[in-house]
C-alpha cells in the first residue's frame, strides 16, 4: 500500500522560515509528479507548488519566497517556505501521482497534512 508520510509544519512568526517533507512509500517504481496543496480555514485547497518532468510551478501568492524540490531515490518532495506571512497559515497537504506495480498507470495519493500556523 502507496502511503504519503507529511512533516515539517508547526507555529512560527511572520518572517520566519520552514521546510516540509512528504516521503512516499510503497512498491513505486516511478515518479509521475509531486507536489503540495494547502487549505486555510474557510477556503478552497489550493495549489502552492508542483514538480513533474523536471519542471516547477508555483501558485503567484508563493513565488520567490517557496521552492519546491524532490528526490527521487528517496521518493521524498520538499517544500522550502521562507519569508512566511500569516495568509500562509494552512493545512498543508503533499500530492503524488505516482505508477505502482498494482497500479501501472499512475494513481494520486494524499497525505493527510499537516499544519502550518504563521503568526503575525
Known amino acids: 500500500q502507496v502511503q504519503l508520510v507529511e512533516s515539517g509544519g508547526g507555529l512560527v512568526q511572520a518572517g520566519g522560515s520552514l521546510r516540509l517533507s512528504c516521503a512516499a512509500s510503497?512498491?513505486?517504481?516511478?515518479?509521475?509528479?509531486m507536489g503540495w496543496y494547502r487549505q486555510a480555514p474557510g477556503k478552497q485547497r489550493e495549489l502552492v507548488a508542483i514538480t513533474s518532468g523536471g519542471s516547477t510551478n508555483y501558485a503567484d501568492s508563493v513565488k520567490g519566497r517557496f521552492t519546491i524540490s524532490r528526490d527521487n531515490a528517496k521518493n521524498t518532495v520538499y517544500l522550502q517556505m521562507n519569508s512566511l506571512k500569516p495568509e500562509d497559515t494552512a493545512v498543508y497537504y503533499c500530492?503524488?501521482?505516482?505508477?505502482?506495480?498494482?497500479?501501472?498507470?499512475?494513481?494520486?495519493?494524499w497525505g493527510k497534512g499537516t499544519l502550518v500556523t504563521v503568526s503575525s
Open positions: 500530492n503524488a501521482d505516482l505508477n505502482t506495480y498494482s497500479k501501472p498507470h499512475g494513481m494520486d495519493y
Open positions: 510503497g512498491r513505486i517504481f516511478s515518479i509521475n509528479a
